[in-house]
């Protein structure tokens, strides 16, 4: 089939995540492949309006698959959501003959591109954080990476923690979401994972250490979402209450590199392949997913829309089984 389209833009926008460049490489070789020409944005919405676009063909995407970050770069711009902005981005798309954008990044940045499609710019955005807290998918890019990336940091710190009879307070990304502290928890056998989906306080933490002694237990690993409280201080509440030597770590931006797992590289790759698909067939203002492992995509405002029901069985079972 024909595509309706004959050059497309992509664009990489928001915090960066493991797996963005395997998604940017199936955008360009899926593209190509269907004889639609393809250019990159360079720092997301800011490049856009800037006009920075380089022209990207199959081989310019050669050996980034496994490289972590963003080939495009990335960035957050003011600028564009203002109207003034939104109709610069505008005028340099068509300006440079794109008839369609894949957007790559989160809630933010498919707001953005929301926006492009209401204005003429048919946008699909293509979900990628590790914070996996896009509702219309069960797993974004980098999610898979970033856990992995803790399960090694915590296993690491755990060595220590068990030849020293001590806690260790790990505090890790998710502001607003506690995916990547439940799952990482889980994996590790943390003590207790505080999350900001679930109310709890220091008395529940003390609590379960203290369980824990009764049972035996010699060394804890607290696992706690950056949007919940600081590690700093929750290690020094532990160690003034229990008596238990307790340090605190946090990981920081080593969560958002490194190489991506295959399970990422996988996901991306499908993810670039449908968003071009979509384009192609003259689709817009949608975002791609995937549910029970089957690709799907949404009315992007609809998208939007979604609330995620927090997996609080999950969660339970952790509490049960980490004693």
Request: net charge neutral; aromatic share 4%; proline share 2%.
């Amino acid at each position: 089939m024909e595509s309706k389209i004959k050059k497309i833009g992509v664009l990489t926008s928001g915090g960066d995540a493991p797996g963005m460049n395997a998604a940017i490489r199936a955008v360009v070789r899926a593209a190509r492949a269907r004889g639609i020409e393809v250019v990159g944005v360079r720092r997301g919405y800011a490049g856009l309006i800037a006009g920075d676009i380089i022209p990207m063909y199959v081989r310019d995407v050669s050996n980034i698959l496994q490289a972590g970050g963003t080939a495009l770069f990335s960035a957050r711009s003011k600028e564009f959501c203002t109207e003034e902005g939104m109709q610069k981005a505008i005028d340099v798309c068509q300006e440079n003959g794109i008839e369609g954008l894949v957007v790559i990044g989160g809630d933010g940045s498919f707001r953005g591109a929301g926006d492009l499609s209401a204005r003429g710019i048919p946008c699909v955005g293509v979900p990628a954080t590790i914070d996996n807290d896009i509702s219309s998918t069960d797993y974004t890019i980098g999610f898979d990476t970033c856990i992995n990336c803790v399960v090694d940091m915590v296993d690491r710190i755990r060595d220590t923690m068990r030849s020293h009879e001590r806690c260790s307070v790990v505090e890790v990304m998710g502001r607003h979401a506690g995916y990547v502290a439940l799952h990482a928890g889980i994996a590790t056998g943390a003590t207790f994972v505080m999350v900001p989906e679930v109310p709890c306080s220091v008395v529940d933490v003390i609590k379960k250490i203290e369980e824990g002694r009764r049972f035996g237990k010699t060394n804890f690993i607290v696992l706690v979402a950056e949007g919940v409280g600081h590690a700093e201080e929750l290690s020094r509440y532990i160690q003034d209450t229990t008596g238990i030597v307790t340090r605190a770590t946090v990981l920081g931006h080593v969560q958002r590199g490194g190489s991506p797992t295959s399970r990422d590289r996988v996901l991306a790759s499908r993810f670039g392949n449908l968003a071009v698909e979509l384009l192609a067939i003259g689709k817009s203002n949608r975002v791609v997913g995937v549910k029970n492992d089957a690709l799907v995509d949404y009315d992007l405002h609809e998208a939007l829309a979604m609330k995620r029901e927090f997996p609080m069985d999950l969660y339970v079972m952790n509490d049960i089984i980490s004693i």
